[in-house]
T-cell receptor, first 115, second 114 residues
Framework: GAVVSQHPSRVICKSGTSVKIECRSL??????MFWYRQFPKQSLMLMAT?????????EQGVEKDKFLINHASLTLSTLTVTSAHPEDSSFYIC???????????FGQGTRLTVV | AQSVTQPDIHITVSEGASLELRCNYS??????LFWYVQSPGQGLQLLLK??????LVQGIKGFEAEFKRSQSSFNLRKPSVHWSDAAEYFC????????????FGAGTILRVKS
């Protein structure tokens, strides 16, 4: 199967600090990774698309300077929430896809709480 | 632009009863369609997917869904619900060049009463 591992699963940070979330494809090469955000009691919204070796493409309304995405290898993408604030508290989940296949496989998600 | 509508925010069914969760999509071509389940505080689990071919798709945990192009629907069904099925269910359509960028519906929360 295709396994995507996301770390950490939960993180609490202080307001103003930065938090890095990792998304790894364990048994396949992921040329494309996606980052989604889910606010409490809401659906999942795509934040950005990350392609290996190139800059991420952000969805409208997502601040690229606040949510830094790096996809430096075919198995790892990272999302860094910079200068986090309580309103950034959310569930962040990644998915990874081989470019030639339609299915993207999801990680377990990261629950971020900013205090 | 692609969109997904799940008209029911909450559904309550009795254990052992049948279930149908509705999903309508908007997409110009043949869509890639998915159903995911999310338990509280957990990630997403893929129940089933439709890419092409047979319009009746079988998934895990006894779920099935039927793609109806004429109705732009992809409703999820289960003949007999178990208490462990209580969760939130998301329908999604695949967008982007390869259909792997997902647009999710708002979700339907399923409650199962004993």
């Amino acid at each position: 199967g295709a396994v995507v591992s996301q770390h950490p699963s939960r993180v609490i940070c202080k307001s103003g600090t930065s938090v890095k979330i990792e998304c790894r494809s364990l048994d396949f090469q992921a040329t494309t990774m996606f980052w989604y955000r889910q606010f409490p009691k809401q659906s999942l919204m795509l934040m950005a698309t990350s392609n290996e070796g190139s800059k991420a493409t952000y969805e409208q309304g997502v601040e690229k300077d606040k949510f830094l995405i790096n996809h430096a290898s075919l198995t790892l993408s990272t999302l860094t929430v910079t200068s986090a604030h309580p309103e950034d508290s959310s569930f962040y989940i990644c998915s990874a896809s081989r470019s030639s296949q339609a299915e993207a496989f999801f990680g377990q998600g990261t629950r971020l709480t900013v205090v | 632009a692609q969109s997904v509508t799940q008209p029911d925010i909450h559904i309550t069914v009795s254990e052992g009863a049948s279930l149908e969760l509705r999903c309508n999509y908007s997409y110009g071509a043949t869509p890639y369609l998915f159903w995911y389940v999310q338990s509280p505080g957990q990630g997403l689990q893929l129940l089933l997917k439709y890419f092409s071919g047979d319009t009746l798709v079988q998934g895990i945990k006894g779920f099935e869904a039927e793609f109806k192009r004429s109705q732009s629907s992809f409703n999820l069904r289960k003949p007999s619900v178990h208490w462990s099925d209580a969760a939130e269910y998301f329908c999604a359509v695949g967008a982007g060049e390869y259909g792997n960028k997902l647009v999710f519906g708002a979700g339907t929360i399923l409650r199962v009463k004993s």
